[in-house]
């Protein structure tokens, strides 16, 4: 069974530790970046910036310090972290157009990133999932290299594991094909909790 983010590892990225800062950027790149181009219809090169942006903002604000766990789960208040950091971005991009200083910047629809019949949300979670499942399967590799076993791709349960590829800016891996881990909660957590950051939060 995975767990959710793990609370050690949010913890030490609340406190400012640059392992596990670095390890929640790793695990919710490739959910941002295909969050974003779902729910706002962004192109890749813009949701790519933004996401960029976003997680640098988060560690030179000091965001992630304003995350409580008692008041409802991670990826709910990431998200709502993100859509208000978005929002921002788009109030500096129309201020910037009300003096003529900026360049139009036209809408994509990205179709080849496209998931019909999924949320947002559900995009979002699925890509978490396809993260977690990854990072698994590499730490399961390198540990059966240091105790000098033979690589094995297989689930369990039989059959062959998933094979991973890396496709998307960044280079995030992603899994093809098989199951998706249990235990990953339900994709249903599309509200945020309270006192998330929203807008007027980012500078």
């Not at 609370?7 to 392992?19: E, I, K, S, V, Y």
């Amino acid at each position: 069974m995975f767990p959710s983010t793990r609370q050690t590892l949010l913890r030490d990225a609340t406190a400012g530790t640059p392992f596990a800062l670095d390890a929640v950027a790793g695990m919710y790149w490739q959910p941002c970046f295909r969050y974003l181009i779902a729910r706002w219809r962004l192109p890749r090169d813009q949701a790519e910036d933004l996401v960029q942006g976003f997680f640098a903002a988060l560690v030179e604000q000091e965001l992630l310090a304003r995350y409580d766990s008692s008041r409802g789960p991670f990826r709910p208040w990431l998200r709502a972290c993100l859509d208000g950091f978005f929002r921002k971005d788009n109030e500096r991009v129309a201020a910037a157009k009300r003096g003529g200083g900026a360049v139009s910047v036209p809408i994509d629809s990205s179709p080849d990133l496209a998931s019909p019949g999924l949320t947002p949300e559900q995009i979002f979670h699925r890509e978490w999932q396809r993260e977690m499942f990854a990072q698994a399967a590499a730490e399961l590799q390198t540990q059966c290299e240091a105790d000098g076993r033979p690589e094995r791709r297989l689930r369990p349960g039989g059959g062959r594991a998933p094979e991973l590829r890396r496709s998307g800016p960044g280079a995030r891996p992603a899994c093809d094909g098989g199951d998706q881990p249990s235990g990953l909660g339900s994709a249903g957590d599309a509200k945020a909790p309270r006192g998330t950051c929203g807008s007027a939060d980012w500078n």
